[in-house]
């Protein structure tokens, strides 16, 4: 061994030899952490950031993937079911330009894309169809981005375009969605994919698309419309109206029952039909004529009347009917002002068109109330309408508390078996705590007797040791002595010797006091004395 490394190295044994059992259990331990933690770090330094290489791949394009990646060697890991490739983030752009050239992910092309396949040959017939599978794929790709939509396969049907023809044909779609596990479309998510794809396509109304899952429920049905959404907007806004117009009745009977002796119940019948209304009425202004015209006629004159038979029989009565005739006609046209008013009314839907409301009143605290008030206040609260056919009713009954009793008891019993759940919890937490303490106290005693054992024990130390220990003081003592001879008068020198006596002093007090570490240096001492 060289002689460098002697010298540390014997000193750290004589020191780790010095210390109790216990420090080296907890040196060994901080070691073994140490080396565990570097080991962890190491990995996560080491460990490359993945990246994903190709995201929604079908499953033939993510096993050709796959194979090729086993086949150069790279790392990679599957995520989404396999249908996404991750590597490592420095290798993603060689690696895509790798599985480019090789014609990964292979797919197929969808939506606008297909138009660009089109040459100078291609047919009517083929463009119309390369059109609408453009058209189908751009849906489907919209349908796909939608929370829950996994695939989306639309066909849309647009009819020929006919010169002479006096009915056109509606356009019409198809959609069929692949939900993810758990998703239940609500009606007006169906309305929006509806509106969607008939906004997508000129001529289409939403009532000419059908959607439905692959389950087969029919989620909307061409021809009627999205029946469900209509119903549950419906549903929904009834509710709404019925919750507001029961909250305001209720918090009319709280204050003078009390919380939990009343209930109302509103049902509202809405009607949910847009209508538009349009009138024009027309009334005399009283305004002199705007144009006005006359017209006169008047003849008066004498000759034979013209008529008779035609033919040579007539000219017997040639002469006949002659005499005074007199004619006299008058007309009158005026273009008078009117008024006209034009009347353009749209009824949007949630107009109501009948109230009726159910109030139940807790009989043992509501003997002394008068029904009548309380459904005046009531119909005033929600806007009764008599007229309109609204109708209220207030009964009072006993009501039956058992549940609200039991409920209460079970939640005191709940509180009360929180408190004791506390209780415990802080028993045992203080016992294991004073577990611990009484634990640290017992070593602490123990060390402190041992340490005390060890002063009351007389300092064993070998011959080597006192001997090098009797070296030392003879040599001190020697060198006091000649200085002394030497330099009787000389005040430094007896500084010198006083400092060398406290030094000696100080050394006496070390081994008394400290014995296994002047032991351990004397040691080391010894041991570099050998080497050299």
């Given at each position: ?8 190295l ?118 119309q ?55 239940q ?47 549950d ?24 029952l ?19 209304e ?86 043992t ?7 009548a ?93 006192m ?30 010797a ?28 010894l ?6």
């Open positions: 061994m060289p002689a460098a490394l002697a010298g540390p014997g000193r750290l044994r004589s020191a780790f030899e010095t210390i109790s059992l216990g420090q080296k259990v907890v040196i060994g331990l901080l070691v073994a952490g140490l080396g565990l933690g570097g080991f962890f770090f190491y990995n996560w330094i080491t460990t490359p950031t993945m990246a994903p290489l190709f995201s929604n791949l079908a499953s033939s394009d993510a096993s050709a993937i796959v194979e090729e990646l086993n086949a150069s060697g790279a790392a990679y890991e599957l995520a989404d079911g396999g249908g996404t490739i991750l590597v490592a983030q420095d290798q993603v752009y060689d690696l895509r330009l790798a599985m480019s050239g090789k014609g990964l992910p292979a797919g197929s092309d969808t939506g606008y894309a297909l138009l660009d396949e089109q040459g100078i040959t291609t047919s009517e017939f083929q463009q169809k390369t059109y609408q599978r453009a058209i189908e794929g751009e849906l489907a790709n919209t349908l796909e981005a939608l929370d829950g939509v996994q695939q989306a396969i639309v066909h849309v049907a647009l009819p020929e375009d006919e010169v002479f023809a006096s009915d056109e044909a509606a356009p019409t779609a198809s959609v069929m969605l692949d939900l993810s596990p758990g998703t479309l609500s009606g007006e998510q169906v309305q929006s994919i509806t509106n969607l794809v008939s906004s997508s396509i000129e001529g289409m109304a939403p009532e000419q698309v059908t959607v439905s899952d692959t389950s087969g429920q029919l989620l909307s049905a061409a021809g009627q419309g999205v029946t469900a959404a209509a119903g907007a419906r549903s929904q806004m009834e509710t709404d109206y019925e919750n507001r117009l029961a909250a305001r009745a209720q918090a009319i009977l709280d204050p003078v009390g919380a939990g002796r009343s209930r109302v119940s509103v049902r509202a019948d809405l009607d949910m039909n847009r209508t538009e349009n009138s024009t009425v027309y009334t005399d202004s009283g305004a002199p004529p705007l144009s006005s015209q006359n017209t006169s006629e008047e003849y008066t004159g004498t000759g034979a009347a013209v008529g008779g038979v035609l033919g040579p029989e007539n000219a017997a009565d040639a002469g006949a009917g002659g005499g005074d005739s007199n004619y006299n006609t008058e007309s009158n046209t005026a273009n008078n002002s009117v008024n006209t008013t034009v009347t353009n009314t749209e009824v949007t839907p949630g107009q109501i068109n009948r109230l009726t409301v159910a109030v139940v009143l807790d009989g605290v509501a003997g002394n109330l008068n029904q008030q309380v459904q005046d206040l009531i119909g005033n609260a929600v806007g009764l309408d008599v007229a309109r056919g609204d109708d209220i009713s207030v009964a009072s009954m006993p009501f039956d508390t058992t549940a609200a009793d039991q409920a209460a008891a079970e939640m005191a019993q709940a509180r009360e078996d929180e408190k004791t759940a506390q209780m415990w919890s802080l028993i045992k937490n203080g016992a294991i705590g004073l577990g611990i303490a009484l634990l640290v106290l017992i070593v602490w005693l123990r060390s402190r007797r041992r340490y005390d054992d060890e002063d009351d024990e007389p300092l064993e130390l070998d011959d080597e040791v001997a090098e220990l009797e070296r030392l003081r003879v040599a001190s003592t020697r060198d006091e002595t000649a200085l002394m001879d030497r330099a009787p008068d000389n005040r430094a020198l007896e500084l010198e006083a400092e060398r006596a406290r030094v000696r002093g100080e050394i006496s007090t070390m081994v008394s006091e400290r014995p296994d570490e002047v032991a351990a240096m004397l040691r080391g001492w041991t570099e004395t050998g080497t050299k």
